[in-house]
């Protein structure tokens, strides 16, 4: 059973298209992360919120974590291609604990 | 920022012989680093933590005797595939965090590719 759910697995959206990814979990997390991945290359740190009902913006992308911390969303505005990519959310249990990985969401954005 | 450095890129090895892949952590030092193996287009699988001067903790269903894991100073963690196979091929990627920061998450090595022939 994957602790971390992932929704949707792949999206193929237009450029100028806006978009949701969903992190959903039953377990409660002390912090939870967002990074996005290349092909080839190791995944990026692209956000980590930690208090229950936080909201954090990074330009065109919009990170909220659930009130209960069970849960995270990333949101992106007038996607481009360059966002294309494997987005994973990842959580931690505890402050010092290892992280699990969401299953991953492949993101193509077309020209 | 904490960079994290992964070498080799890419090799590619013959049945039956062993490889080793290293992590450095270049700017910070690191207790406990991560090993991760990914196959394509899926998320990253947990391998085994790697802790500065003791012996690595391994995820369920991971061979210890298969994949060693040394990490023998606060800068550097290996990863040894040994009598590599082709369904070893893969691409495996370390993290590592500031101790004192882990909790705002881990910065990740750039990734091995290996190929088994």
């Known amino acids: 059973t994957q602790l971390l759910e992932q929704s949707p697995q792949f999206l193929s959206i237009q450029e100028g298209e806006n978009l949701t990814v969903y992190c959903n979990s039953s377990s409660v997390f002390s912090s939870l992360q967002w990074y996005r991945q290349e092909p080839g290359e190791g995944p990026v740190l692209l956000v980590t919120v930690v208090t229950g009902g936080e909201v954090k913006k990074l330009k065109r992308l919009t990170f909220q974590f659930g009130d209960a911390r069970k849960d995270s969303s990333l949101h992106i505005t007038a996607a481009q291609p360059g966002d294309t990519g494997l987005y994973l959310c990842?959580?931690?249990?505890?402050?010092?604990?290892?992280?699990?990985f969401g299953d991953g969401t492949t993101l193509t954005v077309k020209p | 920022g904490a960079v994290v450095s992964q070498h080799p890129s890419w090799v590619i090895c013959k049945s039956g012989t062993s490889v080793k892949i290293e992590c450095r952590s270049l700017d910070f030092q690191a207790t406990t680093m991560f090993w991760y193996r990914q196959f394509p287009k899926q998320s990253l699988m947990l391998m085994a933590t790697?802790?500065?001067?003791?012996?690595?903790?391994?995820e369920q269903g991971v061979e210890k005797d298969k994949f060693l894991i040394n990490h023998a100073s606060l800068t550097l963690s290996t990863l040894t595939v040994t009598s590599a196979h082709p369904e070893d091929s893969s691409f495996y990627i370390c993290?590592?965090?500031?101790?004192?920061?882990?909790?705002?998450?881990?910065?990740f090595g750039s990734g091995t590719r290996l190929t088994v022939v």
């Open positions: 990842a959580g931690a249990r505890t402050n010092a604990g290892k992280s699990t």
């Open positions: 993290s590592a965090g500031v101790p004192s920061q882990v909790a705002y998450g881990y910065t």
């Open positions: 790697s802790n500065e001067g003791s012996k690595a903790t391994y």
